[in-house]
């Protein structure tokens, strides 16, 4: 009988056992860990390599930020929702949470990876509300479309990224009301922090380089997030990335309609404007959003049910993913990016979105601890 080689998913040391142990689970001869035997050589397909390498790097960053490695996470699973059938009540419950009638229990909370739909339904809308304006725009040429051109454009992709997070936040205690406020209130006096950093480093004379903006827009959206939100009610990681989207997201659709009216108003209104919301539309979830949610939920990781205090923005559970998403930010400035079609863009991105997925997993295992012992005691009550 052939012989089946692969690696250890726990110590990554070379493996040889007989093929007849196809599938079965035995501890690793190096680490001991519980491990299961693959069912097919994985030196023998391209397409396991391929995952290998995927499932390494993956590995390497959520060390790197010093979040948990994914374990049983599947695209395919968490998306299997967004091309189903919804009814329009369906909808309105999944926005109907976070009240004080309309929060359930801990013991009524689903704790298995969420399955968001309602942000992909919401793109779509969005989407044609914006491309029915820019053909008004190319037909009419009236002046007058501009503001909504510039409002749909700038808001559509994040509020729709801003959704998922909201999808993800299983507990279901943060209303509609509490996100609109930091979207609008987040974005706000995170660009007024921004600014004044940007000033200080202007008045001891720093060169301005792009890539520098991260010193200055991460602190201050992280300053604005803590401004409005230090409130035991929200004690969960799956809060801190909910808070740390929206405003991000506010951030990004205020700064994303501020470029697109400036080169409106120093370019012939259309091409130029019309360029600069599609392409900053397009990266928002890449950019501002993941990057103020992973740190959002980072620091909620340290935060949890106590009064927010400066000793925690030193602790390395927040200070890693914080200095990741200053790093990301930083090279998402640089002059570097050569590849078509913004790919360096979208690799930086997937980097945020690991660390986001690995805090999500956390939140998951927070609440599946805290239900358990909400049920553990119900049962000894009873």
């Given at each position: 009988m052939a012989d089946i080689t692969f690696k250890c998913p726990e110590c990554n040391n070379d493996l040889t056992v007989d093929e007849k142990g196809r599938g079965m689970r035995v501890p690793c001869p190096q680490c001991g860990k519980d491990i299961e035997i693959p069912t097919q050589d994985k030196t023998s397909s391209d397409l396991s390599d391929v995952g290998e390498i995927a499932a390494r790097v993956t590995a390497k960053i959520s060390s790197a930020a010093g979040v948990e490695r994914l374990e049983g996470f599947s695209f395919r699973g968490m998306f299997s929702e967004v091309f189903k059938k919804h009814t329009e009540d369906e909808v309105e419950?999944?926005?109907?949470?976070?009240?004080?009638?309309?929060?359930?229990?801990?013991?009524?909370?689903?704790?298995?990876?969420?399955?968001?739909?309602?942000?992909?339904?919401?793109?779509?809308?969005?989407?044609?509300?914006?491309?029915s304006l820019i053909s008004a725009w190319y037909t009419h040429n009236n002046i007058f479309l501009?503001?909504?051109?510039i409002l749909v454009g700038s808001f559509a992709l994040?509020?729709?990224?801003?959704?998922?997070?909201?999808?993800?936040?299983?507990r279901r205690n943060v209303s509609l009301y509490q996100i609109n406020k930091l979207v609008f209130r987040g974005g706000a006096i995170g660009?007024?922090?921004?600014?004044?950093?940007?000033?200080v480093m202007g008045a001891v004379k720093l060169p301005f380089i792009p890539a520098l903006a991260a010193?200055?827009?991460?602190?201050?959206?992280?300053l604005a997030l803590y401004l409005i939100i230090n409130n035991k009610k929200y004690p969960y990681i799956l809060n801190g990335l909910l808070f740390g989207a929206a405003v991000g997201a506010g951030f990004a659709a205020f700064e994303s309609a501020g470029y697109a009216l400036f080169f409106g108003l120093t370019d012939e209104v259309g091409g130029a404007m019309e360029s600069v919301i599609m392409t900053r539309g397009i990266l928002s979830p890449f950019a501002h959003i993941a990057w103020t949610s992973m740190c959002g939920g980072a620091?909620?990781?340290?935060?949890?049910?106590?009064?927010?205090?400066?000793?925690?923005?030193?602790?390395?559970?927040?200070?890693k993913v914080f200095i990741v998403a200053i790093v990301l930010h930083a090279l998402w400035n640089l002059p570097i990016h050569r590849l078509p079609f913004y790919a360096s863009y979208f690799i930086l991105g997937a980097?945020?979105?690991?660390?986001?997925?690995?805090?999500?997993?956390?939140?998951?295992?927070e609440l599946r601890v805290e239900k358990a012992a909400a049920i553990n005691k119900l049962t000894t009550e009873a």
């Open positions: 419950r999944y926005f109907a949470v976070g009240g004080p009638d309309t929060t359930p229990s801990i013991s009524e909370v689903d704790t298995t990876w969420p399955k968001p739909w309602v942000f992909f339904r919401t793109f779509v809308i969005a989407f044609l509300v914006y491309f501009v503001p909504g051109i994040p509020f729709a990224t801003l959704l998922f997070f909201m999808e993800a936040n299983v660009l007024t922090f921004s600014l004044f950093f940007f000033a010193i200055a827009e991460e602190p201050g959206k992280l620091l909620w990781r340290v935060k949890g049910k106590q009064p927010f205090s400066f000793s925690m923005i030193r602790d390395p559970r927040f200070l980097v945020a979105w690991i660390i986001i997925l690995g805090l999500i997993q956390e939140g998951l295992k």
